[in-house]
């Protein structure tokens, strides 16, 4: 009997309004969303014929649980694109009913009518970029959008019954006090979002910030205040912390397009510049790469590049994610997944235990505190 295996499905859209300088995903800057519907459609058209060459690639039958269209800012397609889209993707592959369906939002993009539009089309998910509520590091982060947008974004996305939301915020930003982070988190819990991605302020080596590192980042100290005092909030109104960087209200809420990723499971990338793993049946882990070249994509060249995941990345890949869930794992998953034996890294494990960042025994691995504090050297020690 055939077994069902679940994917994910990531679709990138890569229109914004204007590129953050902390961004490194791939991105194309238009102004006021004027860009022609035709070339819109072609994208989606596009995205249809990417897909159908994922399936060929696969040659068996594929069922989804999560869709997700990242960005760029997807909410720049109307929700008429969107259900167009979604009901060409279910003649080709099975999603499943309760399949979590999300989409990226920046607050200057949310109206009514798109919102109503999307739920129509099959999205029960939506994740607001809000960042912060104050309006000093919202212009230092480069975002468009004011305080005064972020909140009525949120208050429209409740007026339309789209139960499901995040909230994306960031701390460390340069400026940013232990008060002023606080009081993002305080703004946002008076919504009562069923989810909250709270993470710190990373400068990436491809971004404007990597380039000109902003002045006045807050010092280690004062983010670990944060970070202390951050998690001690959410916990004290019900917010589960069940990723190092995601709090839910309840399990169902749990994001599960980022636990399939986080549980290093199998997912399809569509879009230009997006990323999919897939395991063969022979166990091979492939990684493919779309086109970065938006006319080259739409001209039909959708693959970059295909490759398969050697046994010295595929450790670090594994552990790259497993290590992020608040939460024990299996040492039998580790093998199972990866096709290696557990033995093969025991200095690794017993050199992470030695140092506090693991604990395990015969059965489990669990990262403790020290371990999430300096995630970065503990996975050094995997590679």
Known sequence: MYKKKYYSLYIHIPWCLKKCPYCDFYSLIISNNNLYKDVKLKYINSLLCDLDNDLLFLKKKIHIKSIFFGGGTPSLINGKLISYLLNEITKKIYIKKTAEITIEANPSSINKKNILEYKKSGINRISIGVQSFDDISLKLLGR??????????????????????????????????????????????????????????????????????????????????????????????????????????????????????????????IGCSAHGKFTMSNGEVIRTIKNNNITKYMNGHYLFSSNKVNNYNIILEFFLNKFRILEKFSKKEFTLITGININSINSNIKKSEKLGYIKHNKDYFIVTKKGYLFLNNLLEIFI
């Open 144 to 269: 468009i959008h004011s305080s005064k947008d972020a909140i009525n974004a949120i208050n429209t996305v409740i007026d339309s019954n789209l139960i499901n939301f995040n909230i994306d915020l960031i701390y460390g930003i340069p400026g940013q006090s232990l008060k002023s982070a606080k009081n993002d988190l305080y703004q946002t819990l008076l919504f009562h979002p069923k989810h909250i991605s709270w993470y710190q302020l990373s400068i990436e080596p491809n971004t404007i910030f990597g380039k000109y590192k902003p002045k006045n980042l807050p010092k280690h100290n004062v983010l670990w205040k944060i970070f202390k005092e951050g998690k001690k909030i959410l916990k004290q109104y019900g917010y589960i912390n069940y990723e190092i960087s995601s709090f839910a209200k309840e399990d169902i809420f749990k994001c599960k397009h980022n636990l399939n990723y986080w549980n290093f499971g199998d997912y399809i990338g």
